[in-house]
């Protein structure tokens, strides 16, 4: 068992070994695509292109998909994008450990994997920059990205749920990039990046 400090307050973490989490995940996560969008963006027209969808849904809402489409494979869980711990709203240990646990239970044949939340802009690329890193893939389009906000909680506790050593002092430099990319965005007029991405 674990304990990290966050405000001052200690929270314990049942930490799993990355390796050991990785090794039982059964699909590839080189080719796996990484989809963001906001639960009303997503719809069926949507999925056509792809061969074996999974989904994780961040919202008391469902978006306009048919549930059999995905068989088993989704999560849905609700939290709001909040950072106070202390909040029975914010993200948990056991969410965090809910989304590890879904990911381990997905079939080799997953080809994409789409996360959504209301906006599609915070709790969202959170999850995925999590996912990205745990599979060791770089997670910089999300905090380089202007139009996303990602939340640090939710990252910070994913990281921890699959067993990445991560401070929160690690989880703020992240914020601090994304924050500088919005600036920069602001000042050019101008970003390369899109609105929800295709990671």
């Known amino acids: 068992m674990n304990v990290f400090t966050y405000n001052n307050e200690k929270t314990e973490l049942n930490l799993k070994n990355p390796d050991e989490v990785s090794l039982r995940l059964k699909f590839n996560t080189e080719k796996l695509k990484i989809h963001i969008y906001p639960v009303k963006g997503l719809s069926e027209s949507m999925l056509a292109d792809t061969i074996f969808p999974a989904l994780i849904v961040c919202s008391s809402r469902w978006p306009r998909l048919n549930k059999a489409r995905f068989s088993d494979n989704f999560c849905a869980l609700h939290f709001q994008d909040i950072i106070d711990i202390k909040d029975d709203d914010a993200f948990h240990t ?49 905090w380089n990205n202007p139009f996303y906000t990602p939340n640090i ?47």
Not at 100 to 105: C, K, P, T, V, Y
Not at 115 to 132: N, Y
Not at 168 to 197: F, I, P
């Open 94 to 142: 056991a969410q965090a450990e809910m989304i590890r646990d879904f990911l381990i239970g997905l079939p080799e044949e997953i080809s994409d994997l789409f996360i959504c939340c209301d906006g599609g802009d915070a709790r969202s690329p959170s999850i995925a920059a999590a996912i990205m890193r745990f599979i060791g893939r770089s997670e910089e389009k999300v």
């Open 153 to 199: 909680l939710v990252y910070f506790r994913l990281c921890c749920a699959f067993g990445i050593q991560i401070s929160w002092e690690d989880a703020l430099a992240k914020k601090k990039q994304n924050d500088l990319a919005y600036r920069n965005a602001q000042e050019n007029g101008e970003t390369s990046y899109e609105r929800w991405e295709l990671l």
